[in-house]
């Protein structure tokens, strides 16, 4: 028979195994007598410092820290019921509402006993409150008086708000144009009045007459000429009266005015009557410019097109999705576009100073015409102070001509004081540029609104910054610093609340009225005042 070896057992597990167990052991001792030293250290003590600063900040007595306190219980129960006041009341619920204001008068009587007494509350004097606010509680709590249903209604309160709000701004801003665009019956009356002076008074027609013998001074290039494009009798009458007093030489000043066939004979008429310190004016209808017809004028070519005339004038286009001020006829009238024709009208001048209607002169304008434009067309006032004035928020930076020829973040800038270097003007051939924007908005995709955007795009690269003291904006539509009104040269008030109306800011009309003459016979017969 053969013989099974048995296996030699190997001997060298178990001892690294002791070994293992060995260690553990002498971790464990070395572990308990540091705690011991840990132990025998002396306790630092607690600060109770902080503890004391929040108690007396939050006048937190000991008595409410209890976690037993009767009074800290009460004073839970009353601002909770509080809370339930406020969604009662919201709810409609004012019976619920004035049992809750009840009892918390009643728990706030048992704290402010307890107070006086300087004794804390017993169970027994205040189980009665306690429990008969916890009854309240509970019936809050089953009307679903609970933050999550609070929550809600609060948020469906917020957007009925929002809603409403949403609502009456429309109706604001659709008044608000509304009556910004109306005519005032005493300016109507003032029409009506001089054009009876007119073609009544011989005299009046003779004085102009005696004018024109000043003609050479009209293409006088050696002289500071302005313009003035507009309807507006009084208003035109306040820019050339504002400028006339401020100015350290009137009798080198020379208006250019620009009105239409209806205010033509009232505006020849008032200009012929009053004096403006020897200013020169000259007035012009626009009817009169042979040049000035749709073959030539996209804006005019455009008002023959039916759809354009549905959207001005019909309102009925797109449901009264597009906001009115869009929507404004005054946006296609020439005496809006006009100046982007200003060599065509001035053919003789070489540099002009426009201004709008709306504006006031506060400082004499000749050093204008002696700053250096750098080869630039249009010098004009910046207003990129803020976001709001860049080209993006002018134009449409999804139609790819605008993103392509355009930086989105260039400065803006205003009209209504521009010094135009004519000459420049001609040599760059800046009307046709103004024509090649106008013609591809026919569909209005580039630009919506008045006559700014088209003059961002005609004056690219071409407008040469003014000091911001020049020409202040703002005061017809929000609050303008009073130290730059002060500094202002030409106080502008764009907006709808222009000084002669209603509708005007009060605090600024002063600067407005005190260049008409309330006291002259035809203002006082039309109720001016």
Same mark, same amino acid.
């Given at each position: ?50 503890? =004391? ?9 000991? %008595? ?36 809750? *204001? ?10 402010? @006993? !307890? ?44 957007? !009925? ?17 509304? !009556? ?59 820019? $050339? ?32 009557? @009053? ?11 626009? %009817? ?6 749709? *073959? ?8 023959? =097109? ?13 449901? +009264? ?36 209607? =709306? ?52 400065? +803006? ?54 000091? *911001? *003291?020049?020409? $202040? ?30 509708? +005007? ?21 039309? @109720?001016?005042?």
């Amino acid at each position: 028979m053969r013989r099974i070896r048995r296996p030699v057992r190997r001997r060298f597990p178990n001892v690294l195994w002791w070994v293992l167990c060995g260690v553990a052991v002498l971790l464990f001792i070395f572990v308990l007598s540091k705690g011991s030293q840990i132990e025998s250290r002396p306790a630092i003590p607690q600060r109770p410092y902080r503890h =004391d600063r929040i108690m007396e900040g939050l006048n937190i007595t000991e %008595e409410m820290l209890s976690p037993n306190s009767v009074a800290r219980q009460l004073s839970d129960q009353i601002s909770l019921a509080k809370a339930f006041v406020v969604i009662a009341k919201e709810s409609n619920n004012l019976q619920f509402a004035w049992e809750l *204001s009840a009892q918390i008068r009643n728990s706030q009587i048992l704290l402010s @006993n !307890a107070a006086i007494r300087r004794t804390p509350l017993t169970t027994s004097e205040s189980e009665t409150a306690i429990r008969d606010m916890a009854v309240l509680l509970y019936q809050a709590q089953q009307l679903h008086y609970d933050s999550a249903t609070m929550i809600m209604r609060l948020k469906a309160r917020i957007q !009925a708000l929002e809603e409403q709000m949403s609502s009456v701004s429309e109706k604001s801003s659709k008044y608000g144009q509304i !009556a910004a665009e109306e005519v005032p019956k005493s300016l109507y009356c003032l029409g009506v009045r001089l054009t009876t002076e007119w073609f009544g008074n011989v005299n009046i027609q003779r004085k102009l007459q005696e004018k024109k013998q000043l003609d050479m001074k009209l293409k006088d290039n050696n002289l500071y000429h302005f313009c003035v494009f507009s309807d507006n009798i009084l208003a035109t009458s306040v820019v $050339v009266n504002s400028t006339a007093l401020n100015s350290n030489n009137p009798d080198m000043v020379v208006f250019h005015l620009v009105t239409d066939e209806i205010n033509y004979a009232p505006m020849k008429a008032w200009f012929a009557m @009053n004096d403006f310190r020897g200013v020169t004016v000259e007035v012009q209808k626009f %009817e009169d410019f042979s040049w000035l017809n749709a *073959s030539y004028v996209p804006v005019l070519k455009q008002l023959q =097109d039916s759809e354009t005339q549905s959207y001005y004038f019909s309102g009925n286009s797109d449901d +009264g999705r597009t906001p009115i001020k869009f929507r404004n006829p005054k946006y296609l009238s020439m005496l809006n576009h006009l100046r982007f024709y200003i060599p065509e009208v001035f053919p003789a001048l070489k540099k002009v100073v426009f201004l709008d209607d =709306d504006v006031v002169v506060q400082k004499d304008l000749s050093a204008l015409f002696s700053i250096d434009l750098n080869s630039n067309v249009n010098g004009a006032v910046e207003t990129c102070m803020e976001t709001f004035h860049r080209y993006h928020k002018y134009l449409n930076y999804s139609h790819p001509l605008i993103r392509a020829h355009f930086d989105p973040d260039a400065c +803006g800038w205003a009209f209504g004081m521009n010094i135009f270097d004519l000459v420049e003007w001609r040599k760059k051939n800046v009307t046709g540029i103004y024509h090649y924007w106008q013609e591809r908005n026919v569909d209005r995709t580039l630009w919506k609104l008045g006559t700014l955007p088209p003059g961002l795009l005609t004056f690219y690269g071409l407008t040469e910054a003014l000091d *911001s *003291s020049w020409h $202040v904006l703002g005061l017809g539509y929000t609050n303008v610093d009073p130290q730059a009104i002060e500094k202002g040269a030409v106080l502008h008030f764009n907006g709808n609340s222009k000084p002669w109306l209603k509708i +005007g800011i009060e605090k600024y009309k002063p600067l407005w009225e005190k260049h008409v003459d309330y006291s002259h016979y035809l203002l006082q017969q039309c @109720n001016f005042h």
